[in-house]
T-cell receptor
Framework: KAGVTQTPRYLIKTRGQQVTLSCSPI?????VSWYQQTPGQGLQFLFE???????NKGNFPGRFSGRQFSNSRSEMNVSTLELGDSALYLC?????????????FGPGTRLTVL | QKEVEQNSGPLSVPEGAIASLNCTYS??????FFWYRQYSGKSPELIMS????GDKEDGRFTAQLNKASQYVSLLIRDSQPSDSATYLC?????????FGTGTSLTVIP
């Protein structure tokens, strides 16, 4: 079974631009979560989508948004990029099976904002 | 606020030794617990999951869970240089995952 895929793997943008990242979950997985990882802050939860609905949201500004499609693929958008948005963005998928739910991570998208 | 705490390390052990990684969590309704390994520049990969009190063994890895004391640990036996990585503890509580900041482990040949 194919794992979680993320595109693009690397991205360089300038301040003020916007960016869209894509995540395809493991086949059959219905939940997709997004995380931002930086050396100083560790893994920071952005949001989770299940059945095209945002179920949970982390403490990030409104510049960060996402959506999920009917095939469970998800996109994350960051508008008006800031230097501090440079990070590894990770997508994780899970079955959403309750207490035994396990998240599996994609390879990540490395975003650099200049 | 649901918190997951780990010692950031770095933790250094000689090759062949046992590495012990610890994690505490604050939410008593936490239901399932995970250890992930993350190599530098890579994404986290799942090592172990544990749901019930006690020990769970998988090869050289043993996860230990004590819900009464709210801690979960990971033991790595016969540590190898390839085990050098950051280990993340994660907790699933209320269908949301919470991650610790990770413990950096270095296995010295």
């Amino acid at each position: 079974k194919a794992g979680v895929t993320q595109t693009p793997r690397y991205l360089i943008k300038t301040r003020g631009q916007q960016v869209t990242l894509s995540c395809s979950p493991i086949s059959g997985h219905r939940s997709v979560s997004w995380y931002q990882q930086t050396p100083g802050q560790g893994l920071q939860f952005l949001f989770e989508y299940f059945s095209e609905t945002q179920r949970n949201k982390g403490n990030f500004p409104g510049r960060f948004s996402g959506r999920q499609f009917s095939n469970s693929r998800s996109e994350m958008n960051v508008s008006t990029l800031e230097l501090g948005d440079s990070a590894l963005y990770l997508c994780a998928s899970s079955l959403f099976s309750g207490r035994t739910d396990t998240q599996y991570f994609g390879p990540g998208t490395r975003l650099t904002v200049l | 606020q649901k918190e997951v705490e780990q010692n950031s390390g770095p933790l250094s052990v000689p090759e062949g030794a046992i590495a012990s990684l610890n994690c505490t969590y604050s939410d008593r309704v936490s239901q399932s617990f995970f250890w992930y390994r993350q190599y530098s520049g890579k994404s986290p990969e799942l090592i172990m999951s544990i749901y019930s009190n006690g020990d769970k063994e998988d090869g050289r890895f043993t996860a230990q869970l004590n819900k009464a004391s709210q801690y979960v640990s990971l033991l790595i036996r016969d540590s190898q240089p390839s085990d050098s990585a950051t280990y993340l503890c994660a907790v699933n509580a209320g269908n949301q995952f919470y991650f610790g900041t990770g413990t950096s482990l270095t296995v010295i040949p």
